[in-house]
């Protein structure tokens, strides 16, 4: 297995939190190879790092490497954390995260998954949404358009609408929406409305303006947020 392509698979694993690639945040601080065994290292941007939130994290790589074929065996070390030795001992063995930490899951993974994920799909939706209308998209055309309107061609992608194209925008802007609502279980056959909120509801232009501003503010604290742990790790990594 080349290593671009195990790069390519952690770089697919996102702090549920952020909504960030653990790659590009600066979280796998190794990566190493042996015939079939591959061994991951995180380190974390704080020591007191939220075990549920590694875990989803270390957890995340062993499957997206297990997946991969010719890769039989995945240890993941979190290193520097106060439950390191739990964490990665258990990850590597694939075990629950009830099982290493019976007294701190008070609350379910799966539900805390979601949440994550739905955080992400607004951050993911505002963005589609600024890019579309910096193209020159008017409120309308965005509320009333579907699926079926969105054109991808290379790394572009367009809006066709009854006026015209709306165009280009980045086409991985595009395609990071559509995998988080698949991910999410929201409608992608070609008749979907283009702007769904997370319970499947369409956005629709009356209500557009609030929307909007619901988005901004859960988009500003994930940037700040992801700002933070940045800083924490880059000073982290001084000592």
Known sequence: MDRATLWERLDAV?????????VRLGFVHALEQTGDTVRVVLRLPTYWCSPNF?????????????????ITAVRVEVEDHFASRELS????AGRSFHELFPDEASEDLEELRRRFLVKGYLSRLLVLIQAFRQSGAQVTELTEASLSALQI????????????????????????????????????????????RPDGEPIGEEGFDAELRRLRATVVNLRASTA??????ASRQQW
């Open 54 to 70: 590694a875990y989803l994290m270390a957890d995340g790589v062993r499957r997206a490497l297990l997946d991969l074929p010719g």
């Open 153 to 196: 061609e290379g790394d572009h992608a367009w809006l066709r609408t009854a006026h015209g194209e709306r165009g280009p925008v980045r086409a991985r802007i595009v395609e990071r929406y559509l995998v988080r609502r698949a991910e999410l279980a929201l409608p992608l056959d070609a008749s979907a409305p283009l702007l769904l």
């Open 14 to 22: 996102l702090d549920p939190e952020l909504d960030e690639s653990i």
């Open 89 to 92: 001992d258990g990850v590597t």
């Open 228 to 233: 933070l742990c940045e800083a924490l790790l």
